[in-house]
């Protein structure tokens, strides 16, 4: 008998945590409070991706205006690629982007990378502040930052 009722308890218990996390924040209870930070971390997520495609953008461009720089760049690249992705963003980079030609120049195409790399992973981590960022979110958000802050440190290297 006390296994059934552990067994029961066990089942109330998951019942419970299911039917809150299924809420749709219409009650008055803490569920409202719930569906704002679900809305804020999609917004962040959503920036995130907009951002790191942007990013990918200012390489691609980069990489057609200076194929020799290729394997220095590519495996950065490829890591925005997986940053915009971990962020539930579209495989291809967005076409609003910032600029409209990398410098011609090496070292300038560098050096601006260098900076958008550093000015993202900046945002990012103050993000990382705002009061409804998730757990979940705040880790990834912190890990392409500092990501992003070494491959600012790798484009200043050269």
């Not at 409202?32 to 959503?46: C, I, N, Q, T, Y």
């Not at 200076?66 to 992705?85: F, N, T, Y």
């Not at 990378?113 to 705002?130: C, H, I, Q, T, V």
């Amino acid at each position: 008998m006390p296994l059934a009722t552990r067994r029961s308890l066990l089942v109330s218990l998951a019942g419970a945590a299911l039917l809150t996390g299924c809420s749709d924040g219409g009650g008055d209870g803490g569920g409202a409070e719930g569906a704002p930070s679900v809305s804020h971390a999609k917004r962040l997520r959503s920036k995130a991706a907009r951002e790191s495609a942007d990013l990918l953008g200012q390489y691609d461009r980069a990489l057609a205006a200076l194929p020799s720089l290729a394997a220095r760049l590519g495996p950065l690249r490829d890591e925005v690629a997986q940053h915009m992705k971990a962020f539930g963003g579209a495989t291809r980079p967005s076409s609003a982007s910032s600029a409209s030609t990398p410098p011609v120049a090496e070292k300038d195409v560098l050096k601006a990378l260098a900076a958008a790399e550093r000015e993202l992973a900046d945002r990012r981590m103050k993000s990382l502040a705002e009061p409804d960022t998730p757990a979940e979110l705040a880790r990834l958000l912190a890990s392409v930052a500092a990501a992003g802050a070494g491959h600012a440190y790798l484009l200043g290297e050269g």
